[in-house]
């Protein structure tokens, strides 16, 4: 039983959200004073886990620090049928090897912003994997298409005459038995999943349980403050990276998006959020120095209590003062890449920066455009040649961030 009275968990678990299905429910859940079973499905699509998605990961703590039950489902087997949420067109489906390899990482990064003590992790193969064709025919039945084309996406879809599988049809009704398997009493997610998380109420009504609550959180702006936080957007900050890349990609935010910053990324209590967002708009807090308090909360969080004040002491160092950073990675060039013992810079960028320099040709763009710097001295030459001899113990930076000294 939570020793936080209702009202304020309420209070606590509806800032920084958008949809409660319905408040009512969730209320008279809550007054029974047993732990409640708030579930978060989550598909092993990708290798990590950015700021934008541990928006409702931490949504789902709060619930565990007001002494409710954590339900992760990891959804290998859904992640192999591919969510259609947003997609315009068929998704490819995942194998099983992948799946696997992201859910390992998946779960590992979910522990650091999860509690140990009162988490319960499953897979949904546990019961849709042994289902068989019978069961899938019934499940199928709960349903009608007209219900399905309410949904936004697939209603664009058909209208445009875009193909819509039978298979992505199945998914909103998996997602909604996982609530029925582990009885769910609230389901968190995306606004994007409110259709998906409505579905898993309705099924367990036909199966005689109370229905789940839905809960849904707003997504996250990246970085370029316009389309939502995406690693394929390179807007991202993911939970896994460096202090210092936080910090850093962390005060570029536009200034209009603290706010929601502060109430989505810092898992305050709302009290301390309304004080901060109120001295922003009062002109008491400076935009630069709000910005810096959120870096260092973010990183923190990530990264252990003192990190965001040394990442930014680190970032002062070398911005500020245009030093090297103090911990530069080393990068050694195989010996295959030099041709007639030379080999070209923009190859050099590629091995040493792989994640921002995708190819060699991104490589001569970006010494075109004057952001590499060797021994902190502009390369103006985009098809510059150098010998190993010529490139060992060289510091190599790309931009505000990148750097490598290259061995």
């Given at each position: 039983m939570s020793a936080v009275p209702v009202e304020e968990q309420l209070?606590?678990?509806?800032?920084?959200?958008?949809?409660?299905?319905?408040?009512?429910?969730?209320?008279?859940?809550?007054?029974?004073?047993?732990?409640?079973?708030?579930?978060?499905?989550?598909?092993?699509?990708?290798?990590?886990?950015?700021?934008?998605?541990?928006?409702?990961?931490r949504k789902l703590r709060q619930f565990q620090e007001l002494g409710h039950t954590a339900v992760l489902i990891i959804g290998d087997f859904t992640a192999q049928v591919g969510d259609p949420t947003g997609k315009s067109a068929t998704r490819p489906r995942l194998s099983k090897e992948e799946v696997e390899g992201f859910a390992a990482t998946y779960v590992e990064q979910a522990k650091r912003i999860l509690l140990e003590d009162n988490l319960e992790i499953r897979r949904n193969s546990e019961w849709l994997?042994?289902?068989?064709?019978?069961?899938?025919?019934?499940?199928?039945?709960?349903?009608?298409?007209?219900?399905?084309?309410?949904?936004d996406d697939f209603s664009k879809r058909y209208?445009?005459?875009?193909?819509i599988s039978v298979m992505e049809f199945m998914y909103p009704l998996l997602q909604g038995w996982d609530s029925v398997m582990v009885q769910a009493d609230i389901e968190l997610g995306g606004t994007d999943q409110l259709f998906n998380n409505l579905m898993g109420r309705t099924l367990q009504g036909q199966e005689g349980?109370?229905?789940?609550?839905?809960?849904?959180?707003?997504?996250?702006?990246?970085?370029?403050?316009v389309q939502k936080m995406s690693k394929s957007l390179g807007n991202y900050v993911g939970i896994d990276e460096a202090p210092g890349e936080q910090f850093g990609k962390l005060l570029s935010i536009p200034?209009?998006?603290?706010?929601?910053?502060?109430?989505?990324?810092?898992?305050w209590h709302p009290d301390r959020i309304d004080e901060v967002i109120t001295a922003l708009a009062a002109g008491d807090l400076a935009p630069v120095d709000a910005k810096?308090?959120?870096a260092r909360t973010v990183v923190d969080l990530y990264h252990g209590d003192?990190?965001?004040?040394?990442?930014?002491?680190?970032?002062?160092?070398?911005?500020?003062?245009?030093?090297?950073?103090?911990?530069?990675?080393?990068?050694?060039?195989?010996?295959?890449?030099?041709?007639?013992?030379?080999?070209?810079?923009?190859?050099?960028?590629?091995?040493?920066?792989?994640?921002?320099?995708?190819?060699?040709?991104?490589?001569?763009?970006?010494?075109?455009?004057?952001?590499?710097?060797?021994?902190?001295?502009?390369?103006?030459?985009?098809?510059?040649?150098?010998?190993s001899d010529e490139l060992a113990g060289r510091t190599l930076q790309l931009g505000k961030r990148n750097w490598a000294r290259i061995l």
């Open positions: 209070r606590i678990l509806r800032t920084g959200t958008v949809d409660l299905i319905t408040e009512a429910d969730l209320r008279r859940k809550l007054d029974t004073g047993r732990p409640l079973r708030a579930k978060l499905g989550i598909d092993p699509t990708a290798s990590d886990i950015h700021l934008g998605f541990a928006v409702v990961l994997g042994t289902m068989g064709i019978e069961d899938v025919l019934r499940l199928a039945a709960r349903t009608t298409v007209a219900r399905m084309l309410e949904r209208q445009g005459g875009v193909p349980q109370e229905g789940q609550c839905v809960l849904t959180t707003p997504l996250l702006e990246g970085l370029d403050g200034d209009e998006l603290m706010p929601r910053y502060f109430t989505l990324t810092t898992g810096r308090l959120m003192g990190a965001g004040a040394a990442a930014e002491a680190e970032f002062d160092r070398v911005f500020r003062s245009h030093d090297a950073p103090t911990d530069i990675p080393e990068v050694t060039i195989p010996a295959a890449e030099y041709r007639d013992g030379t080999v070209r810079l923009y190859r050099v960028l590629a091995l040493a920066f792989p994640k921002t320099v995708p190819s060699n040709k991104e490589g001569k763009r970006k010494i075109e455009q004057g952001g590499v710097r060797l021994d902190g001295e502009v390369v103006a030459d985009p098809d510059l040649e150098l010998t």
